[in-house]
Each structure stands twice: as structure tokens, then as C-alpha cells.
């Protein structure tokens, strides 16, 4: 079924760690957002893709980065984890039909705590 | 770049009662305008979503109507019931190339039995 997957659903780790959040699509679509969440408050987005090579920052400053080597997938890393990283991270993407973009899609989101 | 104010914050409503959520946008190259619901403890989900072409869209009890003079959209669900409860989104961009959806603020809506 196409969808969109996000691993690990729920992560602790320890400050200082490097950590990978994990985020592929099987739908077939060119654009990739990464969005902080705190628990049903506002999305913040924090980087997006058009597609493969293309990275952007989105709207919030964040301390992670992103890569896009290939079209369905797209991880955030963060080299150094803090305490003020601790929420939750919702990946999403979005394709085209005919001469429109379709709507974005999410996925079930990380929820990382730093401690 | 695009901007979208979204009210009220928190919203209760009687069930069976309509509620209505607004949002504003800044850029008036916008095009495209989803509403999103996220129940707790999920993901965002599209529930409606209106192009700048039409003024109205219904979908049983969800109906979304746009004014691009005013460069606003409103969602109204009638008839409300408990799993209307979430927390609603709304979002605009401009629907070609290469633009990404700008979101609102959010409305809590709480539906009381």
C-alpha cells in the first residue's frame, strides 16, 4: 500500500548523541517536507525537497540536515542532540496529478526525547 | 513569503451545533487551500480542499468557502459530533512548481456531548 513511513516512532536518547530520523515514500512523489511538531500546536517547517539533490530550509531554524540521494527517501540528522530538540518530527510529501500538485501526505511522526 | 493567520485558537461547540474556523492568507498568487484534521496522537490528514477557481466546496457535512478578494477561507462542519473533536489546520500555496504549503496556527475544536 503506498503510504509514508517514519522510523522509530518513538526515540530517548542521551544529549551529545547523533541520532537519524528515517522517512521513505511509496508514493511515488517528488517533494518532502520535515515538520516539528509539539504536541497538537502549530507545524513548524524545518526543511523540504523539490526532489533528488534538492534541499531547502523551511521557515523555522533548525540545527538538523537533510539529504535527498534518493527520491523516496529523506532523513533528518541531528549531529548533537539537546534537550530544546525534544518534540515531535513529522515527515511528509507531496506529487503531481496532471497539471496539479496533490495535497501533502504525512507520516505517523517521531516523537524524540532528549535527556 | 506566504503568510496565514488562522483563528479562533481553541473552539468548543455544543454537539450538534456548526462550527466555523477562519483563516487569512497574505499572498494573493495562492491557489490552493487544504484543511487538515489531526485527532490525538496521529497524523494530519486532508479532509477538504478548495482551488481558487471555485467559491464553495461541500463534502456531507464539511463545506469550505473561499474569498480571494479578501484573501480568506473558512471551514464549516455542521451538525457536529464527538469525532469531529481534533485539532484542525488550515494551509495555502501557490499550486504550481515548485511551492510549499504554508500552514496555520491550528484550531482546537472540542465538541461537548
Known amino acids: 500500500e503506498a503510504d509514508i513511513y517514519q522510523t522509530p516512532r518513538y526515540l530517548v536518547i542521551g544529549t551529545g548523541k547523533k541520532i537519524t530520523l528515517e522517512c521513505s515514500q511509496t508514493m511515488g512523489h517528488d517533494k518532502m517536507y520535515w515538520y516539528q511538531q509539539d504536541p497538537g500546536m502549530e507545524l513548524h517547517l524545518i526543511h523540504y525537497?523539490?526532489?533528488?539533490?534538492?534541499?531547502e530550509k523551511g521557515d523555522l531554524s533548525s540545527e538538523s540536515t537533510v539529504s535527498r540521494i534518493r527520491t523516496e527517501h529523506f532523513p533528518l540528522t541531528l549531529e548533537s542532540a539537546r534537550p530544546s530538540h525534544t518534540s515531535q518530527y513529522l515527515c511528509a510529501s507531496s506529487g503531481r496529478q496532471g497539471a496539479r500538485d496533490t495535497e501533502a501526505f504525512f507520516g505517523q511522526g517521531t516523537r524524540l526525547t532528549v535527556v | 513569503g506566504e503568510n496565514v493567520e488562522q483563528h479562533p485558537s481553541t473552539l468548543s461547540v455544543q454537539e450538534g451545533d456548526s462550527a466555523v474556523i477562519k483563516c487569512t492568507y497574505s499572498d494573493s498568487a495562492s491557489n490552493y487551500f487544504p484543511w487538515y484534521k489531526q485527532e490525538l496522537g496521529k497524523r494530519p490528514q486532508l479532509i477538504i480542499d478548495i482551488r481558487s477557481n471555485v467559491g464553495e466546496k461541500k463534502d456531507q457535512r464539511i463545506a469550505v468557502t473561499l474569498n480571494k478578494t479578501a484573501k480568506h477561507f473558512s471551514l464549516h462542519i455542521t451538525e457536529t459530533q464527538p469525532e469531529d473533536s481534533a485539532v484542525y489546520f488550515c494551509?495555502?500555496?501557490?499550486?504550481?512548481?515548485?511551492?510549499?504549503?504554508?500552514f496555520g496556527t491550528g484550531t482546537r475544536l472540542t465538541i461537548i456531548p
Open positions: 525537497s523539490y526532489g533528488v539533490n534538492s534541499t
Open positions: 494551509a495555502a500555496s501557490i499550486n504550481f512548481g515548485n511551492e510549499k504549503l504554508t
